[in-house]
């Protein structure tokens, strides 16, 4: 089967689904209106549907014709808190809401998925198990889903996810063995000291010079703990503390976040982060506590599910340049799902300098080409269904 030609059929779909779901971003466990219509497109699909999952998920599933494995497809559908800048005639309509990563796409793609598949359910070797994710920038969306029941019930054999990557240009994959997008922490440092007047700086404990040094300090627990073999980040990324010109505040409080690929760095920079601010405030007659917020795994591709895609993707997309070293320092709560079902997490690069869509993800002007959208339609149909005959 030529899939892009089969892909291409629904571009017009494609596009109308995208642009809707573009002008009607929904922030994590909000996504009513997203869910809404894509029960009502599965059902129309003949495909049966579950609902409500972690609020807003939807569950559908594609049953072959021939038993078999079962495959599980998941798509991600919230939107982030950002106003738009693009200038579109399709940009957001809900002021300070914007699909500023490429959900919108990812959510036609799946229901042309789903399209392009049930009309072959007869002949498939197996099931094909959508799902369509809430709240993944951050909310612990597939950690809810996986909470009640997304991996049972069917339980998947294998688990594909897809990301329109506008880093990369059109005409590009990342399809990387291993792993292939890092685990994030999220912390918070809350500093104490001691308030008092702007002008008798000697009869307090000002905590915003403690947070200043923290904060350069932190600076060298990459460079100086890390083996420039290794990969970690560090980041600040909030600081609050006082409120007016003349008043040394009484605390500060910090917010920010860590990234690597391995669990003994992400040891290391938890450790790091509790010693120098606990140390640091403690020379500046402050305090400081360190609180873990929240946690996604490193993503991990696995060695044969990737290799599968891999030969897919020479198939469907043979022109394109396929990259196999490709790492983001981003997370991905795909890890989650891959974490417990063997897995493969897909880039498609959509950038086009021609065209000006060269802003990243998570950009106020952030676009992306849209021929992307059944070029992914394309490859993650056909992956699946090789999965799915994979013995």
Known sequence: MNWLAEALKHNDNLIKFRRDFHQNPELGFQEFRSSAIIEKELIALNIPVKTGIAQTGVVGLIQGGKGGKIVLLRFDMDALALQEETGTKYQSLTPGRMHACGHDGHMAIGLTVARMLSELRTELPGTIK???QPAEEGAGGAESMIAEGVLENPKPDYALGVHIWNEKPLGWLGITPGAVMAGADFFEIRIEGRGG?????????????????????LQTVVSRNISPRD????????????????????????KGTIRSFKKDIHDLLAQRIHDIAESTARAMACVAKVTWIMSDPPLVNDPMVTQSVLASAGK???????????????????ALIQERIPGCYVYVGSANSEKGLVFGHHHPRFDFDEAVLPQAAALVAASAVDLLAHS
């Open 231 to 254: 990969a970690g980040v560090v980041s600040i990324t909030h600081i609050h503390g006082g409120e007016t010109y003349n008043v040394i505040p009484g605390s500060v409080l910090m």
């Open 316 to 334: 469907v997309l043979p022109e394109h340049a396929t990259d196999q070293n490709y790492q983001s320092m981003g997370s991905e709560d795909m």
């Open 197 to 217: 007047h702007g002008a008798i700086p000697e009869k307090t404990a000002d905590p915003i010079v403690a947070a200043a040094q923290i904060i350069n300090a």
């Open 130 to 132: 959508l799902v369509f």
